[in-house]
């Protein structure tokens, strides 16, 4: 039995699972920020406890999939720019002490990347490229079947290859960045503008938002009533991204490109606009080998790539 | 000792080396485009069936470097968009015929990757990515030691990385790809229109090529000389190429980007702005790792990768 944690900006999620990502126990509770990284360590070794307490067999070791960025080598998290109190802490180093299980911790979106590898989408590939676009947009690399970190331990950043000149600012500092124009919150900013720059024609998005502020679910809701002004700003937001995703076929060449998080959502609404508006930006040679799919595992990407990351590495 | 090729669209190389990369022989010839393949197979078999008389120690392998796209799995050449008859040849067969040698043949962009990580600019390091820049742009991956091919046997197209939206024609029928904008050709044609728009600032390059056709290297010859035209224009030429550097530093995470081809040769005049360029683009977590060099093996990275890839794989 492998105990598997995912620790995001507003939630963290446990699960007890076999080596072949059977899960056995699922638990999802809402961070409280306020408590910082101190409350959180808290709360997870206290779940474990009891999730370990009920396993039907022993529990030999711990997946983490982290929401910030992390020394896969010292195994220490670098920080959070969502909870305080996180920087330079060897988690798995302190539920070792506290469970008594081997522990290994990595980067959500490459610990996410690998799930799909292991027991979804990406069952069956060798390379594989993840991309989870919520609130932000993460990425992870699978190369030869292993989460591919490059030098710095820091590849993978696909939410941050410039993608428009002088774009939007990004929560990186830069402008233009992928993330900038195409994560969720990205979307519900640009739904925004469009509306405000053309509110007749935003009638159906603003009929649909009703008194809620429009999102980027609002936008793709209404894509699914054919209504064409939402259509044509989500095929705006696919050649954005399928500039990256053509770039990112060009040069990694993968079997296929995940994509995942609250936005892979909206389900074929995004994927046909995405294939169509990548596709004249792939190089000839690699368009019949596009394979762009939806993350299979709903939500538990990074738990269950935290179940065969431990197996891997532990 | 080790015989190497190289087969381009305008010439040939061979060289005879040790497998640590010592040069022994070099010889260079040009082609004759309307001979077509079976022309240069008769050249190539006669020039080495001479080196390896010539040869102090026996010659135990060829490796061999294409200028095209290369079947690595079969190892067929796919083809040549230079010169006729190249289509599905079996060249290390025919080569191993006649020559009685084992042999291997990759892409030449590919095999320059392996040459500037073994012997030349990315010596020491584990994960390299390099550009070829000259008539049109190449790309090639080394991961862990290794040539990456991808799924497909296509990977490391940085060339055909889209940059702007609806920019310029390329060769490869798409729009705005990189080597559109600043491979040798494009740079040469980018200079003569900024030129046509401006003649009287482009007095400097204008009065640099005499009679004869602008050029990058005219380009980059006026920067030389402090030409603040010159200079803006490759400011702008490298702020393309730095976003697809950028790219590429933000998610493979290579300890070295390394650039060779005909436009290296400009040397600082191209590195100084190229760096500078790319640096507002990357994650702030990559800038202090951003390590560009230029090409070592001054035109011989794709022999001696070719040398590097026969002592691999025979």
Redesign the interface.
């Known amino acids: 039995m492998i105990l598997a944690i995912d620790i995001g900006g507003t939630q963290f999620g446990l699960i007890l699972a076999t080596a072949n990502g059977e899960v056995v126990h699922h638990l999802q509770r809402s961070t409280d920020r306020s408590g910082g990284a101190q409350w959180m360590i808290e709360q997870i070794i206290s779940e474990s406890q009891m999730l370990i307490n009920k396993s039907p067999k022993p529990v030999v070791a711990c997946g983490i999939g982290f929401g910030g960025?992390v020394n896969f080598d010292t195994q220490h998290i670098i920080n959070s720019t969502h909870v305080k109190g996180w920087d330079n802490c060897p988690l798995p180093q302190i539920i070792q002490k506290e469970l008594h299980l081997p522990a290994i911790v990595d980067n959500d979106a490459n610990v996410g990347a690998l799930g799909e590898f292991t027991f979804g989408a990406g069952k069956g590939?060798?390379?594989l490229i993840y991309y989870t676009i919520s609130t932000g947009i993460g990425?992870g690399?699978i190369?030869n079947g292993n989460i591919?970190?490059?030098?710095?331990?820091?590849?993978?950043?696909?939410g941050?290859?410039?993608i428009r000149?002088n774009g939007p600012l990004c929560d990186?500092?830069?402008?233009g960045c992928l993330e900038a124009l195409c994560s969720g919150t990205a979307i519900g900013k640009r739904t925004q503008e469009a509306i405000k720059k053309h509110p007749r024609k935003g009638r159906v998005i603003r009929h649909l938002s009703g008194k809620n502020p429009i999102t980027a679910k609002t936008l793709f809701d209404a894509a699914k009533q054919k209504d064409p002004f939402a259509q044509s700003l989500i095929d705006d937001i696919c050649?954005d991204l399928g500039?990256s995703v053509?770039?990112?076929m060009?040069?990694?060449?993968?079997?296929v490109i995940v994509i995942g998080g609250g936005v892979s959502k909206a389900g074929r609404t995004l994927f046909e606009p995405l294939r169509k508006k990548t596709n004249?930006?792939?190089?000839?040679?690699?368009r019949p080998?596009l394979n762009i799919r939806q993350a299979q595992l709903k939500g538990r990407s990074v738990l269950l790539g935290a179940v065969a990351l431990a197996q891997q590495t532990l």
């Open positions: 960025p590939s060798t390379n990425g690399i190369i591919y970190r490059g030098s710095n331990g820091n590849a993978g950043e696909f941050h290859s410039p000149l990186c500092g830069n402008r050649t500039m053509a770039t990112a060009n040069t990694f060449a993968p079997n004249p930006f792939l190089m000839p040679i690699h080998h």
